[in-house]
């Protein structure tokens, strides 16, 4: 079964440092990985995903993410980070494309000024 | 740009009470999802639809729990019974025909049951 853990419930960085959120899967399968970020009192949005493509995947206001498959991980990083970047970030997985998505705990970020 | 809307944002019921969740999916999609996330817990999957009909559902998803496509813009999620640990943040989802699209999420309805 797949199933996502990503360390770290809060993480806390100051504005302009790295952000780093943790992401590691199960899959008994090649997965589809993806990064969604949830503000207060919205859905969820879509920050980027990878689907057995490249590896380093860019995704919306200056995230990326690296898929290493030795490490069963999908790390989440920003070089710098912006007030505006507080907010609640889940990993998910799906194993095959068009499946379900499972998903992480969420990891909340906060960004000290 | 197209966006997943859900009705109502917050709704309120007592246990026991039939309650409806409306979703309407990005026009074009295919595939519909409803998700839940209980407070301070992960958001859980609870069904898949496709080509009018459940694809896939989760051990959550009993039979208090049924969807519907009633045309061809909503998808409803009905809980026929409810119960205190149905509330819940529930998400509905959408993705079009392509196999490697995105899952667009709505913005949630929060439902308390007291």
């Known amino acids: 079964a797949q199933s996502v853990t990503q360390l770290g419930s809060h993480v806390s960085v100051s504005e302009g440092a790295l952000v780093l959120l943790r992401c590691n899967y199960s899959s008994s399968v090649p997965p589809y990985l993806f990064w969604y970020v949830q503000y207060p009192n919205q859905g969820l949005q879509l920050l980027l995903k990878?689907?057995?493509?490249?590896?380093l995947v860019k995704g919306i206001n200056g995230f990326e993410a690296e898929f290493k498959k030795s490490e069963t991980s999908f790390h989440l990083t920003k070089p710098s980070a912006h007030m505006s970047d507080a907010a609640e970030y889940f990993c998910a997985v799906s194993e095959v494309d068009g499946n379900k998505l499972v998903f992480g705990a969420g990891t909340i970020l906060r960004v000290k000024s | 740009e197209p966006e997943v809307t859900q009705t109502p944002s917050h709704q309120v019921t007592q246990m026991g009470q039939e309650v409806i969740l409306r979703c309407v999916p990005i026009?074009?999609?295919?595939?519909f999802y409803w998700y839940r996330q209980i407070l301070g817990q992960k958001v859980e999957f609870l069904v898949s639809f496709y080509n009018n009909e459940i694809s896939e559902k989760s051990e959550i998803f009993d039979d208090q729990f049924s969807v519907e496509r009633p045309d061809g813009s909503n998808f409803t999620l009905k809980i026929r019974s409810t119960k205190l640990e149905d509330s819940a943040m529930y998400f509905c989802a959408s993705k079009g025909r392509l196999s490697r699209e995105t899952q667009y999420f709505g913005p949630g309805t929060r439902l308390l049951v007291l």
């Open positions: 990878y689907t057995s493509a490249a590896t």
């Open positions: 026009s074009n999609h295919l595939y």
